[in-house]
């Protein structure tokens, strides 16, 4: 399964290069990472970006069932990942001070700061599973890669 899990990123991080090269829309970029990641990963049950604003996080683009619209800084998981700079995986979102409840399927959660060039928060990747535990430090490395290489080189609109 680790294998699969690794040959599924390698595909997304080529597809995400090859869509995103020469782009300097950072929603556009949003867009087409969330498209890719949506189609490939087989546990992502809810794909999307969480935009950082003055007054805390505002839905961008994503795919799945009915998001939240805005979250403060430091609250839920997607707040806290935002707050902290830090990722955040969640095996139990149940589990979880804070919780935030878009949709009662989601049972597992990753968020990953998302970063310019100049180390600007843009806001957070926030991805949920139907499974428990479905996250691991490897979904964090290949997921804080992609963005990396996306959003924190080249130019930012």
Do not use: N
């Not at 069932?65 to 969640?90: H, K, M, N, P």
């Not at 535990?133 to 997921?143: G, P, T």
């Amino acid at each position: 399964m680790a294998e699969d899990k690794d040959t599924r990123y390698r595909e997304c991080r080529e597809k995400i290069r090859a869509l995103c090269e020469g782009e300097e829309d950072v929603i556009a970029k949003m867009a087409s990472v969330v498209a890719v990641l949506h189609g490939t990963m087989a546990d992502f049950f809810w794909t999307g970006f969480y935009r950082a604003t003055a007054g805390g996080l505002v839905i961008g683009p994503y795919q799945g069932s009915v998001g939240c619209l805005r979250i403060e800084f430091g609250r839920g998981v997607c707040g806290t990942a935002a707050a902290t700079g830090r990722t955040q995986v969640v095996a139990d979102v149940h589990r979880f001070p804070d919780h935030i409840a878009c949709d009662a399927r989601s049972q597992s959660e990753i968020v990953v700061p998302v970063r310019d060039a100049a180390g600007g928060l843009l806001g957070v990747l926030d991805v949920d599973s139907e499974r428990l535990s479905c996250f691991d430090d490897k979904d964090r490395e290949h997921l804080e890669e992609i963005l990396g290489e996306t959003f924190a080189t080249g130019a930012e609109a």
